[in-house]
């Protein structure tokens, strides 16, 4: 099945930011080719780790110029949907493992306004989204185990990107498919070829010699040129 054209958005994580200087890196960002700015919220229950909560997205949100996608990491996201909406959240995902009643919690996201989210765990299928993906205006899938950064890409995720695409075309959902861990240069093209829309990348963008701003335009003009590619070779429609 051929992968539809979709230019992928590219969404650097904090998780591997300097903590120490949050304002300057949103603030350099904002020149980026980032086009959202992913936030991990881990509450130390769901995931063993904790991480930022908040009082630090208020921080964040003073200075950011693209839209925050917050990745709730945590029991109960229902509890606190407001709140992150309210300290500058643009789109809440929360995860399938997390939520009995997930139609009720992606209602709750859409009714204040966000972009709604589902995440799945490596070992989740896709196939439980069948009776909602219609609903859903996100489906992060986790392509390593949450709760740490820097960890390796599991293969297997490409298999199941192209799988929830067609699930998502079955459906008649136009969620945007995000891959959130162990994104690189290598797996950025065959991620986006097997259907993906939202690139999350971490410490590839942060870690990078040459900083984060030059590594995005990197990534950018990497993907613009697989994606001349794969249209010339009729891969992509």
């Known amino acids: 099945m051929n992968a539809p054209r979709r230019t992928p958005l590219l969404a650097p994580s904090f998780l591997a930011a ?6 300057a890196e949103t603030e350099r960002l904002a020149t980026s080719a980032a086009d959202w700015l992913h936030f991990d919220v881990m509450d130390g229950r769901f995931v063993p780790n904790i ?10 949100a003073r200075y950011a110029k693209q839209p925050i996608d917050v990745h709730l990491m945590i029991e109960e ?3 606190y949907l ?3 909406r309210d300290a500058g959240a643009s789109s809440i995902t929360v995860h399938y493992e997390a939520c009995p009643d997930l139609h009720r919690v992606v209602q709750q996201i859409k009714q204040l306004g966000c972009r709604a989210g589902v995440a799945l765990n490596p070992a989740t299928p896709v196939s439980l989204l069948e009776d909602i993906a219609a609903d859903l205006d996100v489906v992060l899938v986790m392509s390593v185990n949450p709760g740490f950064g ?7 995720t490409l298999k199941k990107v192209a799988k929830l695409r067609e699930l998502l075309l079955d459906t008649g959902s136009d ?6 861990g162990g994104v690189n240069m ?3 093209g065959p991620l986006v070829e097997a259907g993906a829309d939202v690139l999350v990348a971490g410490n590839f963008v942060f870690s990078a ?10 990534l950018r003009d990497h993907l613009a040129g697989l994606e001349m590619e794969a249209v010339a070779a009729g891969r992509w429609q």
């Open 18 to 23: 300097d903590l120490a200087n949050l304002q």
């Open 51 to 60: 991480s930022f909560g908040l009082p630090v997205l208020q921080a964040v």
């Open 77 to 79: 996201p229902q509890h």
């Open 82 to 84: 407001a709140a992150f």
């Open 150 to 156: 820097g960890q390796a890409f599991i293969p297997n």
């Open 175 to 180: 969620a945007l498919i995000e891959i959130d």
């Open 186 to 188: 290598d797996n950025a």
């Open 209 to 218: 010699p040459e900083g984060p701003v030059v590594t995005l335009a990197r």
